[in-house]
């Protein structure tokens, strides 16, 4: 939409903090509407934890899915270029993944093990990704310019 010369974007802000404060804000907001309905016995206890826990997987997915696409100066890589690239897509496709099944598990999985289910689905995704970072930033360190 154009105001005055000036482009403004109503439906998502470019800034990352701005976005990350309106998800998180979406995420609360969610919370507390469905903790209502939940009170006035319109959706019952487990509904609410599986439409959150879906809701969380779903950020995950999100984010992960943006994370090979954002550009990077060139002197904050951790690596040479191809391989920081090479870094941010796996580090996408893995955390996708992981998101995935936990979505998968608050979704579909008997309620009692959905937690426990869906952070062991997310975890190991997340320590592999942990340690190609440590790999690729240790490795620059050394002296080298290889990485992960």
Same mark, same amino acid.
């Given at each position: 939409m154009q105001k005055g010369g000036v482009h403004i974007d109503i439906m998502m802000p470019n800034?990352?903090?701005r976005r990350s404060l309106l998800i998180a804000a979406i995420y609360l907001l969610t919370a507390v509407v469905?903790?209502?309905l939940r009170q006035r016995h319109v959706v019952g206890a487990e509904a609410t934890v599986? $439409?959150?826990? /879906? =809701?969380?997987?779903?950020v995950v997915i999100v984010v992960a899915n943006a994370l090979?696409?954002?550009?990077v100066?060139?002197?904050r890589l951790s690596c040479d270029p191809a391989r920081d690239q090479t870094l941010r897509r796996f580090g996408g496709w893995t955390l996708v993944l992981g998101g $995935?099944?936990? /979505? =998968?598990a608050y979704a579909l999985s008997p309620i009692a093990i959905a937690a426990?289910?869906?952070v062991g689905l997310l975890a190991p995704a997340v320590v592999?990704?942990?340690?190609?970072?440590?790999?690729?930033?240790?490795?620059?360190?050394?002296g080298t310019r290889g990485g992960a």
């Open positions: 800034h990352p903090i469905l903790n209502a599986r $439409l959150l826990g /879906t =809701l969380m997987g779903s090979p696409k954002r550009l100066a060139l002197g $995935l099944g936990y /979505t =998968l426990k289910l869906a592999l990704v942990a340690g190609a970072m440590a790999y690729c930033a240790w490795t620059r360190g050394s």
